[in-house]
């Protein structure tokens, strides 16, 4: 966490690309999990900040991933984006898109799939989340509809990068989870 790389050991080679992601991003993870499961998702409230928070990281993420040219990498990019889901949630609930943070630069297909690996995986989290949150608060950013199998597709894919740099691609999704913790907390901060 806060901006450290880790080195990758020795014995990595023969992991998959999602394995070495996981296993060099875990702390973050557990970092991100903590603070974001403070959150009670079945208040208006605490939900709407929960859904600030994300609104800091997720737009201006997805758009430097798509400006880096995602979508040759993963031809199915636009049916994976959520940011305007979010936003409709937080339309619906009566919120401002908050001022976003600075994406990491991803200037390198591994750093691409680094980042692109924490917003995939926030899709898993998020619908184990969208349980806690009442049918009468909206929950589409939590739930979005995709194709069956869509998870697997992306970690084949990952897995088959065979990215040739993979601290490029732990430092680019660290440094999201990075800003998910950072946006996290300047939006507890700002609750009175």
Same mark, same amino acid.
């Given at each position: 966490?806060n901006?450290?790389?880790?080195?990758? +050991?020795q014995?990595?080679?023969r992991?998959?690309?999602?394995?070495?992601?996981r296993?060099q991003?875990?702390?973050c993870?557990?970092?991100?999990?903590?603070?974001?499961?403070?959150?009670?998702?079945?208040?208006?409230?605490?939900y709407?900040?929960?859904?600030r928070?994300?609104?800091?990281?997720?737009?201006?993420t997805e758009?430097?991933?798509?400006?880096?040219?995602?979508a040759?990498?993963?031809?199915?990019?636009?049916?994976?984006?959520?940011?305007h889901l979010?936003?409709?949630?937080?339309?619906?609930?009566?919120?401002?898109? +908050?001022?976003?943070l600075?994406?990491p630069?991803l200037?390198?297909?591994p750093a691409?799939?680094?980042?692109l690996?924490?917003?995939?995986?926030?899709?898993?989290?998020g619908?184990?989340?969208a349980?806690?949150?009442?049918?009468?608060?909206?929950?589409r950013?939590?739930?979005p509809?995709? +194709?069956?199998?869509?998870?697997?597709?992306?970690?084949?894919?990952?897995?088959?990068?065979?990215?040739d740099?993979?601290?490029?691609?732990?430092?680019a999704?660290r440094?999201?989870?990075?800003?998910?913790?950072?946006?996290?907390q300047?939006?507890?901060?700002?609750?009175?």
């Amino acid at each position: 966490m806060n901006g450290i790389l880790c080195h990758l +050991p020795q014995n990595t080679v023969r992991m998959s690309f999602r394995s070495v992601l996981r296993a060099q991003t875990a702390d973050c993870h557990a970092e991100v999990d903590k603070l974001f499961g403070t959150f009670d998702l079945s208040d208006r409230e605490q939900y709407k900040t929960f859904l600030r928070a994300h609104a800091r990281v997720v737009p201006a993420t997805e758009n430097a991933l798509e400006e880096a040219g995602i979508a040759r990498l993963l031809p199915d990019w636009p049916e994976r984006r959520r940011a305007h889901l979010l936003l409709a949630d937080l339309r619906e609930l009566g919120e401002r898109l +908050p001022p976003c943070l600075a994406p990491p630069a991803l200037q390198s297909q591994p750093a691409l799939w680094g980042a692109l690996y924490v917003l995939e995986g926030s899709k898993l989290g998020g619908a184990m989340l969208a349980k806690s949150v009442p049918d009468h608060l909206p929950s589409r950013y939590l739930t979005p509809q995709a +194709p069956k199998g869509a998870m697997r597709a992306f970690m084949d894919r990952l897995d088959a990068s065979d990215s040739d740099d993979p601290a490029v691609a732990i430092s680019a999704a660290r440094s999201v989870f990075d800003l998910f913790l950072e946006a996290g907390q300047l939006e507890l901060e700002a609750v009175p």
